[in-house]
């Protein structure tokens, strides 16, 4: 690997002298695009096949017709056969003659039998005995058969570059020679400096994402971290070539926001940031390192949306207006920051719309669809200004039949005490008590009915409780004793929940029979052991 990628810096640095000697860069040659070009016995065996097609319909045509035979026709047939059998006694006579002087000799005889063996013609053969360079060179004369042809060209050498150094596995390679940083040549290391250089340098190919690979990361970390090579001269080109990749990443990573930038540009760069941690995980090619240094093209997008919208902004038509609208849509979730100005053009507009029932709906098109109703409801809200909200009438859920019957068992059973499962049994069932009691609701029929608002425990009612329950835990009748010490303040679950909550609990009394007691309970224990039912029948 240390080997190949010295070769490849002296290749590099060849290439790039040449085209600095050379003042319209150095020409080469490359095979030209091959062209489909229709030859005359394609549109011969294509006019053949047309001619044999229209005799087969003539023939398909005729042959339900029955000829009339001729006797001077058939004369004639036996004057032809006559004159072929002659001729062929003359073939057969001179036939030895022929042969012998067309027949070939020697290595003329063998190549004319392979030649007929292979079918190939002596344009084909000729090709087969040529050196490589001198059959390109054949090709681009003879370019008449569609085969590929030679032209010269200017070599760019930053697009070649850009295809072969940015290549993952070329990269892969040069973190595995760097990792040996301590122990590689001189040279070695220099030649991996100016790999580097020329990838990442904007002056070059500017691709510098390609680097930007963990595994890569961590070589760089180990070297910037190596306090041993920080004062040797040798090893200064490669810390200032880590430094340089290592600054560019971190700017990324954290972007830095300024006043003039809008909220915008502000989520394009924080969402760039988030996405770049994941762009870490994976080796980039020339295509995707070109996406990653250009930042997914928001800028451009940006620059387009904000033309369109300076283009627009006098525009008070509603095809304008739409205009805007849609391009509000197709741009991210982040939204225009509210400056002074705006401030002051909504307080305005609130005051001339604010009995209306479509307010922010009258807002966002008084300020030139510049604002999203969301933002405008926010700024509304911040600036303590109140807005009507849409109050939506729930959708019942019962047919008109059981809504009807609903309100006829609840005139009847609103005074029992378990109305609501006497209602929900007249109709079978079919819904929740709950859901019945959100329909009568709904009809008018009967009010929520809430609670008493538990109120919150203070810190006093905290140390009472405490000295409370040092007071009472020996108490059988503990719980009585807190709850009266509280004054009613406190429920019974909630003396319950705060004790346990602050780890009080009472240590379980168990009451120690006397010994006297112990044994008359033995001997009581024994006195029916002896009074068994056996003994009883015994004595009888």
């Not at 995980?281 to 020339?286: D, E, G, H, I, M």
Request: charged share 35%.
């Amino acid at each position: 690997a240390g080997d190949m990628m010295e070769a490849l810096y002296i290749i590099i640095h060849t290439f790039e002298r040449l085209d600095k000697t050379e003042r319209g860069g150095f020409i080469v040659r490359q095979r030209a695009s091959r062209r489909r070009v229709q030859s005359k016995t394609d549109a011969g065996s294509k006019g053949e096949g047309e001619n044999a097609k229209e005799v087969d319909d003539a023939n398909e045509l005729g042959a339900g017709e029955p000829k009339e035979k001729n006797p001077s026709e058939d004369v004639a047939a036996n004057d032809g056969k006559g004159e072929e059998q002659a001729k062929a006694g003359e073939e057969n006579d001179g036939g030895k003659g022929t042969a012998a002087a067309d027949k070939p000799d020697g290595d003329d005889a063998i190549a004319g039998k392979e030649a007929e063996k292979g079918n190939a013609s002596p344009q084909q053969n000729k090709s087969q005995r040529m050196a490589p360079l001198e059959l390109l060179e054949n090709e681009s004369e003879t370019d008449s058969d569609g085969r590929m042809a030679l032209k010269e060209s200017t070599f760019d050498v930053n697009h070649r570059l850009s295809q072969e150094l940015t290549a993952p596995l070329l990269i892969n390679t040069l973190t595995f020679v760097l990792e040996n940083y301590k122990s590689n040549s001189k040279q070695l290391n220099s030649s991996v400096v100016g790999i580097l250089k020329r990838i990442v340098l904007p002056d070059s190919l500017n691709l510098l994402p390609c680097v930007w690979h963990l595994s890569f990361l961590l070589v760089m970390e180990k070297i910037l971290s190596d306090t041993s090579i920080s004062g040797n001269a040798s090893f200064s080109s490669l810390i200032q070539i880590c430094k340089y990749i290592t600054r560019k990443l971190m700017d990324r990573l954290l972007p830095e926001l300024t006043e003039d930038m809008d909220s915008f540009q502000k989520t394009a760069k924080t969402s760039l940031a988030r996405i770049t941690f994941v762009d870490l995980l994976f080796w980039k090619n020339k295509r995707d390192a070109e996406m990653l240094r250009d930042e997914y093209g928001w800028h451009n997008k940006y620059a387009h949306r904000e033309a369109i919208r300076k283009a627009l902004a006098d525009e008070d038509e509603a095809c304008g207006a739409g205009i805007l609208k849609s391009i509000d849509k197709l741009a991210p979730s982040a939204s225009k920051a509210f400056t002074e100005g705006d401030e002051e053009e909504l307080k305005e507009a609130y005051d001339k719309f604010k009995d209306r029932e479509d307010l922010v709906d009258c807002l966002v098109e008084e300020m030139n669809f510049r604002f999203k109703p969301r933002q405008l409801r926010t700024e509304l809200k911040r600036l303590g200004l109140a807005v009507k909200s849409k109050a939506k009438k729930p959708k019942s859920k019962l047919t008109e039949e059981e809504l009807e019957k609903l309100k006829e068992l609840w005139d009847k059973h609103k005074g029992d005490k378990k109305r609501m499962k006497v209602i929900a049994e007249g109709l079978d069932f079919k819904y929740t008590t709950r859901r019945l009691g959100s329909e009568l609701r709904l009809m008018g029929l009967m009010e929520k009915e809430e609670g008493p608002k538990r109120a919150k425990v203070t810190g006093e009612q905290v140390e009472k409780l405490k000295s409370a329950f040092e007071k009472h835990q020996t108490s059988a009748t503990f719980m009585e004793d807190i709850e009266a010490e509280m004054d009613g303040s406190l429920t019974k679950a909630q003396i319950k929940r705060l004790l346990k909550k602050h780890g009080l609990e009472r240590r379980k009394i168990t009451k120690l029979a006397d010994s006297s007691d112990e044994d008359s309970s033995d001997e009581e224990d024994g006195g029916k052991a002896k009074a068994s039912p056996w003994e009883l029948g015994d004595s009888d």
